[in-house]
């Protein structure tokens, strides 16, 4: 027999333009789709971008990750999970360093505890779904 699956989403547009689920559980784990700082439809604290749309500025970096953990979070918080239920993290980021010296501080904020028990990757890449996103983070939980 199949463990039922169940989806969630943000209801933002980018969903249905592309096409998937914010999140989906599987038997009793949660795979959360690339978060990014977003409220409802509006960028949150997005970076600034050149006329080519490279990002010039990546101070933003911070406030963005705190959004993409309290985005997660809700996300959770609908299938009776928490980030205390986080086993696996997968942070892009545009500036590598820039996310580095972000990430300590507010990964601990976040999950409430100054050792994380997650297991954590970053990733360094060029580019986000939109030019003003810095970071996006990926969640895998288990119930």
Not at 55 to 68: E, W
Not at 76 to 98: H, K
Not at 128 to 138: N, S, T
Request: aromatic share 6%.
């Amino acid at each position: 027999m199949t463990p039922a699956r169940r989806t969630e989403i943000h209801h933002v547009p980018w969903e249905e333009s592309y096409g998937y689920v914010q999140a989906v559980q599987h038997g009793d784990t949660i795979y959360l789709s690339g978060q990014v700082a977003h409220d409802g439809p509006q960028l949150v604290a997005p970076a600034p971008v050149d006329a080519t749309g490279k990002v010039t500025d990546v101070t933003n970096t911070g406030a963005q990750l705190r959004q993409c953990y309290a985005n997660a979070a809700q996300l959770l918080e609908r299938f009776g999970a928490s980030l205390d239920d986080v086993v696996d993290e997968v942070i892009y980021a545009v500036d590598v360093p820039a996310a580095d010296a972000a990430a300590g501080p507010v990964r601990k904020e976040a999950y409430g505890r100054p050792d994380p028990q997650v297991a954590s990757t970053m990733i360094g890449t060029p580019r986000l779904a939109f030019p003003e996103l810095l970071v996006e983070l990926k969640l895998t939980a288990r119930l």
